[in-house]
């Protein structure tokens, strides 16, 4: 994408060209919040701030977001060393993950496993220590960070297998607390 | 003037907002005591000549002199700041006795301005009144840093709107007087229809098609105009996002950079002692609201916007 196209879409997100995906999404559902439903901010300014013009406003908003995501996807690609790698995962494995009811880290073991994925690579991809996602699928809570980062960590675990990472990470977390982090 | 050129100039911010009973004095205190506490030497002048009581919320119960002083018997600025309880902190007290606060000579008001400029401290702390008056917003410009308080109601944004778009459109126009086009934008605004100009960004958007010599003056001058949003006496965490959408309809409809500056929580201690004309920020340092004035102060000084944490924040009940 040509980087002036780029500036603009930034700026119709409020942000600053060199802003993360994390502020892109963030921001998006914002403004997106703001201009498609009443709030006290904008009725307060609702005789200049006519419908139709909100509604531009949220399209404007609606395009800067979808191409800001193709812009992040292509730049993540883009440094041939730290590239994911790309597997088949076959139907019958594919049959296996959606009759999974809950994740625990036994089960997320398997799928690696069986997808042949080494934790070296997923480490090194993710820029998170290896140790800890030993430690997750071990269920070793007690070496494990506090649950907002391990969240977070289970959540990059799963996206790097591309399993439904909230999914997975709420079923984690969910063992997390039930089976004990009383450290 | 011994520390070399760069401090030359002391820093001026102006408080305003339109709607009375916001806060806006309790919030000129606080960001002054602060100020204070880091070493700083603050002048506070209270511009509500309609009802000043700045002094009030500074533990001072009847100022020796006041801007009446000025306008009425030709004191020089300088000579009636009066201390208060605050050290390091002088007040320009702006109770009036008899004077009519609105017809204050043109004269008089550039007089006043010229002396703010020239008082030796740090910075200078200027309460405005309510309202959208032209005296307001003149004062208001004449600030190196304009903040706007508003709390989370209705009635206090839309004199917010009012007020800020007043401002805008003021600059705009002293902006193009300044360099011969004294007329332009209120034709342009009489004319609205027949432009398809629905709001004030539309205004700035036609203006700037008109010409490239337009475009540049429009642009440089613009480029350093931003207000300052700080949102009082928020209920709960998920109010604070209401600073940030402010900040985005000024950008998307009325045409200028905002940036939210930061929130103070609704705290009824407050209220106990302003009654009993105890400065909040020295009785209680530790309370909440006296750490969120210190991170927007700190905020407003370095030009920064609060860090909203979207998610986390939604739940949270102050």
Redesign the interface.
């Known amino acids: 994408m040509p980087t002036e196209d780029c500036k603009k879409y930034f700026e119709a997100l409020e942000l600053s060209p060199d802003a993360p995906l994390s502020e892109v999404r963030s921001s998006y559902l914002h403004l997106k919040a703001l201009y498609s439903n009443d709030s006290v901010v904008t009725s307060a300014i609702a005789y200049e701030l006519s419908e139709e013009k909100r509604h531009d406003i949220v399209e404007q908003v609606e395009e800067a977001y979808t191409k800001l995501i193709d812009f992040f996807e292509n730049k993540d690609t883009d440094p041939a060393g730290s590239e994911k790698p790309s597997f088949v995962v076959s139907e019958e494995l594919k049959q296996y993950i959606s009759g999974i009811k809950s994740f625990s880290g036994g089960l997320l073991r398997e799928i690696r496993e069986k997808l042949g994925v080494n934790l070296k690579d997923m480490a090194s991809f993710t820029k998170i220590r290896k140790q800890y996602f030993e430690d997750i699928e071990r269920e070793k809570f007690s070496s494990l960070p506090a649950e907002v980062y391990l969240r977070g960590y289970v959540i990059e675990y799963a996206k790097y297998l591309s399993l439904d990472s909230i999914k997975v990470a709420n079923d984690y977390i969910e063992r997390y607390r039930n089976l004990g982090c009383d450290k | 003037m011994n520390n070399g050129a760069q401090d030359k100039r002391c820093e001026i911010w102006a408080i305003g907002g339109g709607k009375g009973g916001t806060g806006k004095s309790f919030v000129t205190s606080g960001i002054g005591t602060h100020l204070v506490s880091k070493g700083k030497r603050v002048v506070m002048i209270d511009a509500d000549l309609g009802g000043a009581n700045l002094h009030t919320f500074l533990g001072v119960s009847k100022p020796r002199n006041s801007l009446t002083d000025f306008f009425e018997k030709k004191v020089p600025l300088n000579n009636i700041i009066v201390n208060c309880s605050i050290p390091d902190m002088g007040l320009v007290s702006g109770t009036l006795s008899s004077l009519d606060s609105e017809n204050i000579k043109y004269v008089q008001k550039l007089k006043l301005f010229r002396q703010i400029k020239e008082i030796d401290t740090d910075y200078i702390l200027i309460d405005l009144g309510a309202g959208s008056h032209n005296n307001t917003i003149d004062t208001f410009l004449l600030a190196d840093k304009m903040i706007v308080v508003t709390t989370?109601?209705?009635t206090a944004?839309?004199n917010?709107?009012h007020f800020v778009k007043n401002v805008f459109f003021r600059k705009l126009k002293i902006t193009l007087g300044a360099h011969g086009l004294k007329d332009m934008i209120q034709d342009v605004w009489k004319n609205r229809d027949v432009h398809g100009i629905?709001?004030?960004k539309d205004v700035v958007d036609h203006l700037m098609g008109t010409s490239t010599h337009i475009r540049d003056i429009l642009e440089k001058e613009l480029s350093s105009f931003r207000i300052y949003i700080v949102l009082n006496q928020i209920r709960s965490g998920r109010e604070t996002?209401?600073g940030?959408?402010?900040?985005?309809?000024c950008?998307?409809?009325l045409g200028f950079n905002a940036m939210y500056a930061g929130h103070i929580e609704y705290d009824e201690t407050v209220l106990r002692c302003i009654n009993k004309r105890l400065p909040f920020m020295l009785t209680h340092p530790f309370s909440h609201v006296a750490k969120e004035i210190g991170k927007l102060t700190e905020n407003l000084r370095d030009g920064r916007q609060a860090s909203v944490m979207?998610?986390k924040y939604a739940h949270r009940r102050l």
């Open positions: 989370a109601e209705i944004l839309e917010m709107y629905k709001h004030l996002m209401i940030v959408s402010v900040k985005s309809v950008l998307k409809f979207t998610d």
